[in-house]
């Protein structure tokens, strides 16, 4: 971001997120947008009967819910490392540990 700002005047910067507005959105979020739109196209395709239909933001995961919920406690975000570090085979290496 420091060197896209040193080299980028504000009107080009401006003129960027013009085209965005106008074009869509760039980059990885594209890409998840054009997977959301295949992955409902599929999904949809092969739903039974009277099932509702699935819209393309249904596939589109969520990455940064922006600060939006409280940080979680240490413990709970230990609890969480040790939990995933078990279900895929991994050791404990810390002192004292099991």
Avoid: H
């Avoid at 003129?15 to 409902?40: H, K, N």
């Avoid at 990455?63 to 085979?89: F, I």
Wanted: net charge positive; hydrophobic share 30%.
């Amino acid at each position: 971001m420091p060197e896209l700002l040193a080299r980028c005047t504000s009107a080009q910067l401006t003129e960027w997120m013009a085209y965005e507005q106008v074009t869509g959105p760039l980059g990885p979020e594209r890409q998840d947008l054009l997977f959301g739109i295949l992955t409902a196209t599929v999904s949809n395709g092969s739903r039974g009967k009277g099932q509702r239909a699935k819209e393309p933001k249904d596939f589109i995961p969520k990455w940064d819910q922006g600060g939006k919920r409280e940080p979680a406690d240490w413990r709970q975000m230990l609890a969480t490392v040790q939990s995933m570090n078990r279900r895929l085979g991994g050791a404990d290496r810390r002192e004292g540990s099991r």
